[in-house]
Antibody, heavy 119, light 113 residues
Framework: QLQLQESGPGLVKPSETLSLTCTVS??????????WGWIRQPPGKGLEWIGS???????YYNPSLKSRVTISVDTSKNQFSLKLSSVTAADTAVYYC???????????WGQGTLVTVSS | DIVMTQTPLSLSVTPGQPASISCKSS???????????LYWYLQKPGQPPQLLIY???NRFSGVPDRFSGSGSGTDFTLKISRVEAEDVGVYYC??????????FGPGTKVDIK
């Protein structure tokens, strides 16, 4: 059974960089069939896709966040990571990692991790 | 970006009764490959979203057959034939025809009367 688990600091100061890692177990991140992605959800609000990455390192990002986002992959550790720079309180959210295929986007999700931006 | 809208934004349903949620997109979700890239997710309280329906009308693995999806072009509907207590949560539609970005609807909160 595929499992995804987010990890990283739960509190980040304004203007600093948010860094999260998603560890994939029960399957290979190097599968040619899937991309891997990050989605976030501010408290009490809806879902926003942040970006996605292929095992080769190919990425695509939400244009609204592109200038601040970097997603990378480490196939040796079966992990992919998110960095979001220059954070503000508006970046406070539950951050989810998920798997996506062309016809089955976001079929497996991590449990999510709350990141609060506050001094 | 393609804008997704949903109606209603909240719905209170008696167990055993049907429920219906509408989703509209600002552009057609019909691709030249013949597929329509519209999806439905359910986020139960305290959980991540889960995929219910893909490509308008296909139930994902393990999804009960009381859930059905229909529609075409820009207008789509999710129906629950007989609502059960475990169906409470927020339902989101999402498009993937025009990337980036994936865009979600605002969500429809379903609870039990």
């Amino acid at each position: 059974q595929l499992q995804l688990q987010e990890s990283g600091p739960g509190l980040v100061k304004p203007s600093e960089t948010l860094s999260l890692t998603c560890t994939v177990s029960g399957g290979s991140i190097s599968s040619s069939s899937y991309y891997w992605g990050w989605i976030r959800q501010p408290p009490g609000k809806g879902l926003e896709w942040i970006g996605s990455i292929y095992y080769s390192g190919s990425t695509y990002y939400n244009p609204s966040l592109k200038s601040r986002v970097t997603i990378s992959v480490d196939t040796s550790k079966n992990q992919f990571s998110l960095k979001l720079s220059s954070v503000t309180a508006a970046d406070t959210a539950v951050y989810y990692c998920a798997r996506l295929a062309r016809t089955l986007p976001f079929d497996y999700w991590g449990q999510g991790t709350l990141v609060t931006v506050s001094s | 970006d393609i804008v997704m809208t949903q109606t209603p934004l909240s719905l209170s349903v008696t167990p055993g009764q049907p429920a219906s949620i509408s989703c509209k997109s600002s552009q057609s979700l019909l691709h030249s490959d013949g597929k329509t890239y519209l999806y439905w997710y359910l986020q139960k309280p305290g959980q991540p979203p889960q995929l219910l329906i893909y490509e308008v009308s296909n139930r994902f693995s393990g999804v009960p057959d009381r859930f059905s999806g229909s529609g075409s072009g820009t207008d789509f509907t999710l129906k629950i034939s007989r609502v059960e207590a475990e169906d409470v949560g927020v339902y989101y539609c999402m498009q993937s025809i025009q990337l980036p970005p994936f865009t979600f609807g605002p969500g429809t909160k379903v609870d039990i009367k």
